[in-house]
């Protein structure tokens, strides 16, 4: 692991392709070496885009892939490119997956923290609408990981039901508090859609910082966690 000038400026790892978003753009992943006992995920939210920021300066301090951890930096790039919470369909991804709770109802999200729920987005017309969540379910289906992080903001905690050795490592590494639950109901989720399947998915919720004051406080120590877990 490195972070010197040399190479902060590119994410060397070699990437590969599981699909294609709303607009064209290609969804990009950075496979493991051999099994993958782990994915981390950011950016389903496209109006979450620090999740993306963080992962990459902290995947820039490796020169190759890691043997049995994946990534995937941005899985609504449509989102993060039209600056939406939603895919360029108006779909909230993150209700998008075939649960057993999954609901047509209009999601609510606020426009800042402190304000009321005053946006409504679609969870899609019916479970798997979208091709951003077609194509995340079937990655995971291929890659089989134990476990799965998914990167949010600005919530400032880590979330998960049971509070395992990945959710107390994590804790560790950004001195952030566990939530049992998130304090509100999530029908679709991509955690609920792992939950139902028995896949670990602890979601880490950022806290409310800029991209250079996340850098500075959790560049390293993220990269270190993540160099850490891949040799467990």
Not at 5 to 15: A, D, P, Y
Not at 75 to 84: C, H, I, M, Q, R
Not at 108 to 131: K, N, Q, V, W
Not at 187 to 201: A, K, L, N
Request: proline share 6%; aromatic share 10%; with cysteine.
């Amino acid at each position: 692991m490195k972070f010197s000038s040399e190479s902060r400026g590119i994410v060397r790892l070699t990437s590969s392709k599981y699909g294609f978003s709303v607009m064209g753009a290609p969804l990009v992943y950075f496979p493991c070496k051999r099994e993958c006992r782990l994915l981390v995920m950011a950016g389903i939210h496209g109006e979450e885009p620090e999740t993306t920021f963080l992962l990459s300066r902290a995947l820039r301090a490796f020169d190759d892939n890691f043997e049995s951890v994946a990534f995937i930096l941005c899985a609504n790039p449509d989102g993060v490119a039209l600056g939406t919470r939603g895919n360029a369909n108006g779909v909230d991804l993150n209700r998008n997956f075939k649960t057993q709770n999954f609901s047509t109802e209009k999601v609510s999200s606020r426009s800042i923290l402190e304000a009321p729920r005053d946006t409504l987005l679609s969870p899609g017309a019916f479970a798997e609408s979208e091709p951003e969540t077609k194509a995340l379910v079937a990655l995971v289906e291929q890659l089989k990981p134990s476990s799965i992080i998914s990167m949010h903001a600005p919530l400032a905690c880590v979330d998960a039901p049971q509070k395992t050795k990945l959710v107390t490592d994590l804790m560790s590494t950004f001195s952030l508090p566990w939530l049992q639950d998130i304090g509100y109901k999530t029908p679709g989720s991509f955690g609920t859609w792992c939950g139902e399947r028995g896949i670990e998915c602890v979601t880490l919720e950022l806290p409310r910082l800029s991209l250079e004051h996340l850098f500075d406080r959790y560049g390293r120590a993220f990269a270190e966690f993540l160099e850490r877990v891949d040799t467990l």
